[in-house]
């Protein structure tokens, strides 16, 4: 068998060829694939992230820190830092929130600036340039710059940067957290540009939503009165956050009147930033004529799309001048919702429009200048670098006006075809602000006194507070900075020519919307309403629907000798007032003469339902997708007879509509499509869930999901069995639900418990990573340790970070 | 045809495979097991294929003990996740690619360099 040798050594180098070959293909990222040499190598790869439970104690020396810092992690891996100053305390909040979070916080980062290109290559170019167009840097730079210019939290975020990157320097790259591997790329250190970032992430979840272009649409193209019919000024059966007998005894600050006549023109691309209703928050709190114990009470749930790893990050910060518990944002220092050693805070999103988009005139196509009170005013460019993964660097060169950046047209290819006008957006999130010194002081107050004045630096992400101390104090307040406007500024595209639309003056803080210690011995949020009409200010008109916030407060009206439990059980409420208007009208419109046994037997279940969305409930689900296909029925035909960008009207209006006998706004029979709609719904149940409706269960079935957040498939949790609906108290949705739970009572004693679905670990290689889905799924809450000192409950310490200042 | 001035045993290239792999690991990427397996088929006067099954062996058993050590002395809820990633039909699959992702171009590559030699009678 002899191989001729010039052959066998052909086969020997084409041989060699292909493993070489081979070994660079495993050595580079492939589309979506991570580089599989490094990544499946035991001594590197993934292998390296897998983690035993618990916390493994660490010793570490830097020469930064001034005296040094124990940190107690307990046995759910809860960090309590005991720290001798603010440095130390930062620092190891730095440093312990990189140890579980580094890639969260690397990621959330680069999401926010727009540069999610640069991992992951040019499919991600078109939500960069949306990103830079919304002046996520600008504004993230102008708040940064704010926050290093006061020393408290200059000092608050050079530690908590230091203490991050010195987690990162004594990690080798086997280290790194998996998703490194995965999307194959490298940690950076954090800067004070960080913590801006985080802040504009939090306003762009928050605060973005803008409802003026759909609103200014609608406007134009529909009859009046069905206009008023659909988008009332006030949504119905609202139950406003201050209660309606609150007396305003101030002298309001006037708004300037606009110039009569301006009709803004219609918009042909869809809003960079639409509305999300899935964003909402409860919070509210009793005063001790309320409670058992004659101690006030608090609880506190913001609700935000529910991911892995979780948005928030438990911890206690202990220095001789400050304790407090409660959960962080990762990358920004501090605890921002929780309690201290006098009194706890819950916070819900306030929903007054802090975002108003503007009609621009450009003098010429060179649209170097724009109108503006008569006057041509520079147009101010700033260049966008976008990196590319694989690619050239991209140049997106985004226009300013005194306004806020030109957000529309979002493209500059299609800039032409607008011209002259263009669209800019003024938005609080890009005024330079300090809402970290709020934060700073809030943690640290001693009185209702000293947390009020904190409050007046949480300017730029609106917020209603909740607020219960230990002396039996309760209060609310509607906190930020709020444009003072003339009625419906802000609700529709404002005039970018006319001054009388500048942001000129704000409401004082003094005449913000507040209520302490009420007759009714408790205060509520729920997204609705902050005031009724004779409020002398106005500050927005798309508030949340009446119905979490009426439960709320029914609940809470009739209820006395109030426990914990009784908050965690509120929590937990799955009664959705939606269902328990609605069901009634619909099944009143079934012709039972029309109806299968099948059909009859699913319609005596809804007739018992008590309108609870639990999770084996099999009329919650039926109902859901039945009200969905209803809604499509009764909207879909008006709405897709416009070509341009609408919104249709809230649940609650509908709902109102249709039980005022309002129908004729609706371009079908009422009747008819609630029939269709029913038989539509009962057809695809039997074809996807079976013909038993016994088997039909809302938890199984619903789809609910705790989501990954760069979307990495079998990161996250699916088909979590949750109850809960967005019109219940506890408003799970698909995406979005209660991200923390809270309960405080301010006793002599503080006692709290609490729970978030995930987990202290941002490893998915970790046990911890998503271990509390399950109890915050069936509503088990855990006592939350806040310890007065070091040395109090020794026996639930699990391990111990200790930080030694470095000395030669 | 001259008789080959150093005779190996299979178990001694198995086990000098197996362990410089292990030792270069603990400093180098993953890719030196290549270069290890060139080294192999260059040095080792075996029958080409015999070379190319001890470097696929040891390089495996190296990753797959490796591997297995660490699921044994940690949780191991990350590998369902990374079947999931790469949609693999069973989790005891991520062994299996494991072993491949390491093995194969070094033994390939074993391979190859075993042919570079003139071929023994």
Do not use: C
Not at chain 1, 272 to 297: C, R
Not at chain 1, 445 to 457: D, M, P, V
């Amino acid at each position: 068998m002899d191989i001729p040798r010039i052959t066998r050594f052909y086969r020997s180098i084409l041989l060699i060829a292909v493993a070489l070959i081979l070994t660079w293909a495993m050595s580079i990222r492939l589309g979506t694939i991570p580089p599989v040499g490094h990544f499946f190598n035991p001594f590197a790869g993934f292998w390296q992230n897998m983690e035993a439970a618990g916390v493994p104690d660490l010793e570490i020396t830097s020469e930064e820190l001034q005296s040094g810092v124990v940190v107690r992690y307990d046995d759910r891996g809860v960090p309590h830092i005991f720290a001798e100053n603010d440095y130390d305390l930062y620092f190891a909040q730095g440093f312990v929130t990189a140890r579980d979070r580094l890639w969260q916080i690397d990621f959330q980062s680069r999401a926010a600036a727009g540069r999610i290109s640069e991992i992951i290559g040019p499919q991600a170019l078109d939500y960069d340039r949306a990103q830079r167009r919304l002046g996520m840097v600008y504004g993230a730079e102008a708040n940064a710059e704010a926050m290093m210019d006061d020393p408290r939290t200059a000092n608050m975020i050079q530690a908590y940067a230091d203490g991050y990157n010195a987690w990162i320097d004594q990690l080798a790259p086997e280290d790194y957290p998996v998703e490194f591997k995965i999307l194959d790329y490298e940690p950076e250190p954090f800067t004070p540009l960080h913590s801006g970032l985080l802040l504009m992430n939090m306003s762009q979840t928050l605060t973005s939503g803008t409802r003026a272009q759909a609103q200014t649409h609608a406007r134009a193209l529909l009859d009046e009165e069905i206009y008023r019919l659909l988008y009332p000024e006030e949504l119905p059966w609202i139950d406003p956050i201050i209660p309606p007998d609150q007396a305003w005894d101030f002298k309001p600050v006037e708004p300037p009147s606009p110039e009569p006549g301006f009709v803004p023109q219609i918009i042909e691309e869809l809003p960079l930033n639409a509305h999300n209703p899935g964003i909402g928050s409860n919070s509210w709190a009793v005063d001790g004529s309320k409670t058992e114990s004659g101690y006030p009470l608090l609880s506190s749930d913001p609700h935000l799309g529910v991911n892995l790893p979780s948005i928030w990050y438990e911890v206690q910060l202990h220095t001789p001048e400050v304790n407090t518990y409660g959960v962080s944002l990762p990358a920004a220092p501090g605890v921002v919702i929780g309690f201290n050693e006098f009194y706890a805070w819950g916070i819900t999103n306030a929903g007054s429009h802090t975002l108003d988009v503007y009609e621009i005139q450009f003098r010429d196509e060179t649209r170097q200048e724009y109108l503006h009170d008569g006057v041509w005013k520079p147009v101010v460019r700033r260049p966008e670098e976008i990196r590319v993964r694989r690619g050239e660097p991209v140049i997106d060169t985004v226009l300013y006006t005194h306004h806020g950046p030109v957000t529309q047209p979002h493209d500059e290819t299609i800039a032409d075809d607008r011209f002259p006008n263009g669209h800019a957006v003024q938005w609080l999130a890009h005024q330079p602000g300090n809402v970290l010194l709020s934060v700073y002081k809030y943690n640290r107050g001693t009185s209702q006194e000293e947390f009020e004045e904190a409050l007046r630096h949480f300017t730029n992400i609106t917020q209603n507070f909740t607020y219960a101390d230990r002396d039996g104090n309760i209060s609310m307040g509607h906190i930020g900075r709020f444009p003072v406007r003339f009625e419906g500024q802000g609700a529709y595209i404002s005039n970018g020519r006319d001054p009388a639309y500048d942001w000129n003056h704000f409401v004082p803080f003094e005449h913000l919307p507040r209520s302490f210690n009420p007759e009714r011995g408790f205060v509520s949020s729920a997204n609705q309403a902050p005031v009724t009409g004779d409020y002398p200010y106005y500050l927005g008109r798309f508030y949340a629907d009446f119905s979490r916030g009426v439960r709320i407060n029914t609940t809470l009206e009739e209820a006395d000798r109030i426990t914990p439990d009784f908050f965690e059980n509120m929590l937990m409420d799955n009664l959705s007032l939606f269902a328990e208007k609605l069901l009634p009208f619909l099944l009143e419109r079934l012709d039972p003469g029309q109806l299968s046994d099948a059909q009859e037997s699913v319609t005596k279940q809804l007739r018992n339902w008590n309108y609870r969305f639990a999770p084996q409930s099999n009329s919650a689900l039926f109902y859901k997708a039945w009200k969905e296909r209803l809604l499509d029925h009764l909207w879909d035909p008006f709405f897709n007879a416009f070509n341009v960008y609408l919104r249709r009207p809230t649940t609650g209006t509908t709902i109102h509509l249709l039980l005022e006998e309002e129908h004729e706004v609706f371009p079908v029979d009422v009747n008819q499509a609630v029939r269709e709609s029913f038989g539509e719904t009962f057809t695809h149940f039997t074809q996807n869930y079976g013909d038993d409706p016994g088997q039909w269960q809302y938890g199984r079935h619903r789809d609910m999901r705790v989501g990954h957040i760069a979307m990495l498939d079998g990161f996250g949790r699916d088909h979590v069995p949750a109850g809960g609906t967005p019109e219940a108290i506890n408003a799970t949705g698909t995406t979005h639900a209660p991200s923390w739970r809270m309960v405080v009572e301010l006793g002599p004693e503080i006692r709290a418990r609490g729970h978030y679905p995930g987990g202290q670990s941002g490893n998915p290689g970790h046990p911890g990573y998503d271990v509390s889905i399950d109890d915050w799924t069936d509503g088990t809450f855990y006592d939350l340790h806040f310890w007065k000192s070091i040395e109090e409950n020794p026996e639930h310490t699990a391990s111990t970070l200790t930080l030694v200042p470095f000395t030669p | 045809m001259t008789r080959d001035p150093v005779r190996i045993s299979s178990l001694f290239l198995f086990l000098a495979v197996f362990f410089s792999a292990f030792l270069l690991q603990l400093i180098l990427p993953w890719w030196i097991v290549v270069v290890i397996g060139i080294a192999a088929g260059v040095f080792s006067q075996k029958q080409p294929w015999h070379n190319f099954l001890i470097v696929f062996s040891a390089i495996g058993l190296l990753w797959l003990l490796i591997a297995s050590y660490i699921t044994l002395t940690n949780s191991a809820v990350l590998l369902p996740r990374i079947s999931g990633l790469f949609q693999l039909p069973a989790v005891w699959m991520v062994y299996v690619v494991t072993i491949l992702v390491g093995a194969l171009p070094a033994s390939i590559a074993a391979l190859g360099a075993s042919w570079l030699k003139p071929e023994r009678s």
